[in-house]
Structures are given as C-alpha cells and as structure tokens.
C-alpha cells in the first residue's frame, strides 16, 4: 500500500469514528433543545380533530416528574426511562395514525414520531454507562384516547424529562470538551 491509499485508510477511518461524534454537537448548542420544545408547544397549538376518539385507548408515557427523585437517578437510569418512554410515544403515535382519517393531523403525528425517533437514536449514541446497582422500573403508562392526549404527552416530555437530561448532559460533555 502506498502513501495515499494509507491516508486514504486513515482518513475514512477517522471520519467513522467522528461519526459517533456528531450527535453530540448539537448538545452544546441551547437553539436546538430550544427549538424542539417551541416546536413541541406550537404542536399544541395546531388545528385537529379534538372530538376524535380513538377506538381503543393507546398506552402512553407517563410525564410526571418529581424533581428530588429524578435528581437521585443514575444517567443510566434517566437515559433508559426516557428512551423506553419515547419508544412508547413513538409506538402510540404510529397506533393514533392507523385511527385517523383527518389529513391535517397526520403530519402532527408524522412530526412526533420524527423527533422521537431522532431522539431515541441521540440516547443510544450517548451509550451512558450504567455505575447504579439500582434496577430500573418503568411508570405505569398513561391511557390515551384523543389526538391532543399524544400532542400533550409529546410536549410534557420534551418540556420536562428530555429538557433536563439534554440539559445535565450538555453541561457535563461541553465543559469537558470546552465547546
């Protein structure tokens, strides 16, 4: 192998190492957290059939956060309740699209389960070591019945969990990598 084929090599290897990488430049920067939860409050605010039922409830995450309990959880753990949540929303938000005929609605699901699933990739590339020798239980889910239950549900999580583990996150890698 010559000169130019080795840093060939290199160079594609470097590139899929910085690959893992990416997800976490977004983390130093506020706007995109700030966007997505603008994003999240203007879903609520956007026209849908509120008189729909869904014929069968649809499970969906539970939203409550007690601040002094979420504070003595691992990373781990918080990682693993909210990814298992998002995976319940973004299970839920395909359910709601099978039940709605209305075609301005789906996009509103088509942009949760986007973002969810964006979300859910973010965690798993995060790779949060587990140092607890807690086990993790997951809350019981909430019964959802209306499209405004998975908008409402999508934007507590945002607001809430997902907003401050971004958050503790950021703060921790951005000062470590002085970004």
């Not at 983390?27 to 409050?41: F, G, S, T």
């Not at 971004?166 to 470590?176: H, Q, V």
């Amino acid at each position: 192998m010559d000169i130019n084929g080795f840093l060939l090599l290199v160079t594609c290897l470097v590139q899929s190492r910085l690959a893992k990488v990416v997800p976490w430049r977004p983390l130093c920067d506020n706007r995109v957290m700030d966007r997505y939860i603008r994003e999240a409050k203007d879903l609520l605010k956007a026209p849908c059939n509120q008189t729909f039922r869904f014929p069968n409830v649809i499970p969906l995450p539970s939203t409550g956060l007690n601040l002094r309990v979420w504070r003595s959880k691992s990373k781990h753990m918080k990682n693993e309740e909210i990814k298992a949540g998002l995976i319940m929303l973004s299970n839920a938000t395909q359910t709601a699209k099978h039940f709605i005929a209305n075609g301005s609605t789906k996009p509103l699901l088509d942009t949760i389960y986007r973002n969810t699933r964006t979300f859910i990739h973010m965690l798993q590339l995060m790779d949060v070591p587990d140092t607890s020798n807690r086990t993790y239980e997951l809350a019981r889910p909430l019964m959802g019945r209306t499209v405004q239950n998975v908008l409402y549900t999508y934007t507590r999580l945002m607001c809430g969990k997902i907003n401050i583990f971004y958050r503790e996150m950021a703060e921790e890698y951005c000062k470590m990598r002085k970004w």
